[in-house]
């Protein structure tokens, strides 16, 4: 039973193009986040989200738009594709604001072309 | 900004050899947490270390958090292939900084 689940796992898609990914975890956590791993394995973190609410939002453009319906799920919508968005987004969970160990999902594989 | 530099950034061993990887940065954290990632995965929690000074040990790893909470070690005794992987170091208090990586090859 995985514990956080991301959808899909790899996504190839023209620039331009709107698309958006999708995160569940299961373990009851009530925070969640959306990380960006480079092509140099940097993991750097882009939203996070506690209970529905957004406390976390690096300089990102904002064509990235999270949204969490409720604590198990957030999700990630990225619009007007660009080259530069191709990496790995991971989703993550951990159980409170201050930082435990996080559980991530197995990524997301985006490759804009 | 926290920036964690970890080294090196490649490691290449063989079998049953000994090795240590380096955490380091000029900020003080409250924690330091370290992660393993494989091909095609997410990052997998190992250990997270809270007080300075303080050494833990996960069978054939062990990790250790310097006296000023600054720096942070991994050490692992007589390697094994199952070892191989991207070793990341993170620290913080309401988000996780992630290090730059020592992807880690060990050969049988």
């Known amino acids: 039973d995985t514990a956080v689940s991301q959808t899909p796992k790899y996504l190839v898609t023209q620039m331009g193009n709107d698309k958006s990914i999708k995160c569940e975890q299961n373990?009851?956590?009530?925070?969640m986040y959306w990380y960006k791993q480079d092509s140099k394995k940097f993991l750097k973190i882009m939203f996070s989200?506690?209970?529905?609410?957004?406390?976390i939002n690096e300089t990102v453009p904002n064509r990235f738009s999270p949204k969490s319906p409720d604590k198990a799920h957030l999700n990630l919508h990225i619009n007007s594709l660009e080259l530069g968005d191709s990496a790995v987004y991971f989703c993550?969970?951990?159980?409170?604001?201050?930082?435990?160990?996080?559980?991530f999902g197995s990524g997301t594989r985006l490759t804009v072309v | 900004t926290q920036l964690l530099e970890q080294s090196p950034q490649f490691l290449s061993i063989q079998e049953g050899e000994n090795l240590t990887v380096y955490c380091n940065s000029s900020?003080?954290?409250?924690?330091l947490q370290w992660y393993r990632q494989e091909p095609g995965e997410g990052p997998v929690l190992l250990v997270t270390?809270?007080?300075?000074?303080e050494v833990k040990k996960l069978k054939r790893l062990t990790f250790q958090f310097g006296d000023a909470r600054k720096d942070s070690s991994l050490h692992i005794t007589a390697a094994q292939p199952g070892d191989t992987g991207l070793y990341l170091c993170?620290?913080?208090?309401?988000?996780?900084?992630f290090g730059t990586g020592t992807r880690l090859t060990i050969i049988p």
């Open positions: 989200y506690n209970n529905k609410e957004l406390i």
């Open positions: 993170a620290g913080g208090d309401e988000k996780l900084t």
């Open positions: 900020s003080v954290f409250s924690s």
């Open positions: 993550a969970s951990s159980p409170g604001r201050r930082v435990y160990g996080y559980t």
């Open positions: 373990l009851g956590h009530d925070t």
């Open positions: 270390v809270v007080t300075g000074g």
